[in-house]
């Protein structure tokens, strides 16, 4: 954001119908990580993948729905 790095190296899987907490202090890149994931944001560098599919494929309603899908199914 604004020419500054706000997240490096991040790696994870976050499997359907399983529990994920994202914890960290302020200012820590919690909102812009789900930003990129939520494909709201662009990442710079490295890809997001969603059911394998890099999200910048995929449009962002679409990405979106597929979110609100899985947490819809996980209550």
Request: positive net charge; charged residues 20%; aromatic residues 2%.
């Amino acid at each position: 954001m604004n020419g500054r790095t706000i997240i490096n190296n991040v790696s994870t899987l976050i499997k359907e119908g399983k529990i994920t907490v994202l914890l960290g202090v302020n200012g820590s890149g919690k909102s812009t990580l789900l930003k990129a994931i939520s494909n709201v944001i662009s990442v710079h560098s490295g890809t997001v993948y969603l059911d394998g599919k890099s999200i910048t494929r995929i449009s962002t309603k679409k990405v979106a729905k597929k979110w609100q899908c899985s947490l819809k199914r996980m209550m």
